[in-house]
């Protein structure tokens, strides 16, 4: 498992661009570069790399319908934006998917997209990884660590 090891080098390594610090955002928390840049735009938050070579955006949301499954509005998060390709998993105990693409960028460099989301019947949650394909190797597992670290607290009574 040579993306696991790079992992555990890059985390082991701390105070690196890498090294981890917990984010929260409503009821959801997620580890995130400690380094990188963070913005917000329209509620989005952006997290952008010291390089430039890779960012990710974190959305948080409240699922619409009452009473609903984890699993179905996972369901209906991927079938919205494209049902194809769609690895199914638990995130934080919680139902999720994750998706990776492939594009040619403006500059003629390709780009790879690997998407996170994932529901809990009542908050809806997407990471979205954006970095060059020549930094797979740099970026690729931290995009894992972040996507799969996400947890959502339970609010005690509204």
Do not use: H
């Not at 390594?13 to 963070?38: E, I």
């Not at 690895?87 to 999720?96: D, H, I, L």
């Not at 460099?109 to 809806?124: E, L």
């Amino acid at each position: 498992m040579m993306l696991g090891t790079i992992l555990a080098v890059v985390v082991a390594a701390g105070g690196s661009a890498d090294a981890l610090a917990q984010f929260q955002v409503k009821n959801v928390s997620l580890q995130v570069p400690a380094a990188w840049t963070r913005s917000t735009e329209d509620g989005t938050n952006k997290f952008t790399a010291p390089s430039g070579d890779a960012y990710f955006l974190l959305d948080v949301g409240a699922v619409q319908t009452a009473g609903m499954k984890g699993d179905t509005c996972v369901d209906k998060i991927v079938k919205s934006i494209g049902g194809a390709n769609w690895e199914r998993m638990k995130v934080g105990g919680q139902p999720a998917a994750k998706r990776l693409d492939s594009d040619t960028a403006p500059s003629g460099g390709v780009v790879d997209t690997v998407t996170y989301v994932g529901c809990d019947g009542r908050t809806t949650w997407s990471v979205v990884f954006y970095l060059e394909q020549g930094k797979k190797e740099r970026f690729g597992p931290l995009a894992d660590k972040v996507g799969t670290s996400v947890k959502l607290q339970r609010a005690g009574g509204k």
